[in-house]
């Protein structure tokens, strides 16, 4: 028996070997299959972006349209950046976009996390069906709610002002959404504690909570920031004085201006893309830190 059972030791480890090869193999594969796809997403993705700044490097004797694309300038040449800067108004409109960005991401973190609060972290009636009424209206798209919302913003003597502007995308369902889901993932001990030592809601959801949920806030101002800077439409219908338009509607008038010069409109493109991508950088720590948390809970 000692002799049977020594001669089966070594065929028992080749045996566990070759299964740890074969899901080594099949771990690999996998791994090979996802990357191989993420990449070829990633590329799909990146290469309208790799092409207008292409475009926008571009001279006037080089081809735009050819097939297959260019993505390599044959001379680069920064005389589109330098066109459009000195043809319209850049200083403006930028400043313009960064006043209708800077409210436009102060005060939805500000009202989307107030009206997130009791939805999170009180005991009321109805809190259920009001919490679903909300998150119906992300149902509805923009388009029929525009001339309702149009009408209102007539109505109020808001039409060529920047509240007009701002007011309608001040509260997000969505926005909401988020921060209620942050605020769920507190423990509520937190809450009892603090009412324990005498602060009323107004405290709690201020000096406790908003600091506890800061990369959930960041997650969410990038969002705003960059609806808010790439808003076109709502800014065209509101504005009547070409002085307050912002960067997007402003790099409007290159299309007319210019016959629609597509590589001086890539380049206006380009532009406006950069605070954006500050932006990003900028908060991306948090984003990820937000991401995370979802993710993993416990």
């Known amino acids: 028996m000692e002799l049977k059972t020594a001669e089966l030791q070594p065929n028992i480890q080749v045996k566990k070997s070759r299964k740890l090869s074969l899901k080594n193999r099949r771990n690999l594969l996998r791994w090979g299959i996802?990357?191989?796809?993420?990449?070829?997403?990633?590329?799909?993705?990146?290469?309208p972006f790799l092409w207008t700044v292409s475009t926008s490097l571009k001279g006037q004797n080089e081809t735009i349209f050819s097939y297959p694309p260019n993505f390599i300038p044959e001379s680069v040449t920064f005389e589109n950046f330098v066109t459009v800067w000195n043809t319209l108004n850049l200083p403006l409109y930028l400043w313009n976009s960064v006043v209708l960005s800077f409210w436009g991401v102060l005060l939805p973190l500000f009202f989307c996390s107030l009206a997130a609060f009791p939805l999170a972290r009180m005991n009321f009636k109805g809190k259920n069906v009001v919490f679903m009424t909300i998150l119906a209206t992300m149902m509805i798209p923009g388009e029929v709610t525009m001339i309702p919302v149009?009408?209102?913003?007539?109505?109020?003597?808001?039409?060529?002002t920047y509240s007009g502007v701002i007011l309608p995308g001040v509260v997000s369902a969505f926005a909401i959404f988020l921060m209620r889901q942050a605020f769920i993932a507190i423990p509520r001990?937190?809450?009892?504690?603090?009412i324990i030592d005498g602060a009323n809601a107004w405290q709690i959801w201020w000096h406790i909570l908003?600091?506890?949920?800061?990369?959930?806030?960041?997650?969410?101002?990038?969002?705003k920031f960059i609806g808010s800077w790439n808003n076109f439409l709502w800014p065209l219908?509101?504005?009547?004085?070409s002085?307050?338009?912002?960067?997007?509607?402003?790099?409007y008038e290159?299309?007319?201006?210019?016959?629609?010069?597509?590589?001086?409109?890539?380049a206006g493109a380009i532009i406006a893309l950069i605070p954006i991508l500050?932006?990003?950088?900028?908060?991306?720590?948090?984003?990820?830190?937000?991401?995370?948390?979802s993710a993993v809970k416990g």
């Open 34 to 47: 996802s990357y191989t796809l993420l990449t070829l997403l990633a590329v799909v993705t990146i290469m």
């Open 150 to 160: 149009y009408l209102t913003i007539s109505k109020l003597g808001l039409i060529g």
């Open 189 to 194: 001990d937190i809450d009892e504690s603090a």
């Open 210 to 223: 908003l600091p506890m949920v800061k990369p959930m806030l960041a997650t969410l101002a990038i969002l």
């Open 237 to 241: 219908l509101i504005l009547e004085d």
């Open 243 to 251: 002085s307050m338009y912002p960067l997007t509607v402003g790099l």
């Open 254 to 266: 290159l299309k007319g201006t210019f016959v629609s010069n597509t590589r001086l409109i890539a």
């Open 278 to 293: 500050i932006v990003f950088i900028a908060f991306q720590s948090y984003f990820i830190k937000s991401a995370y948390s």
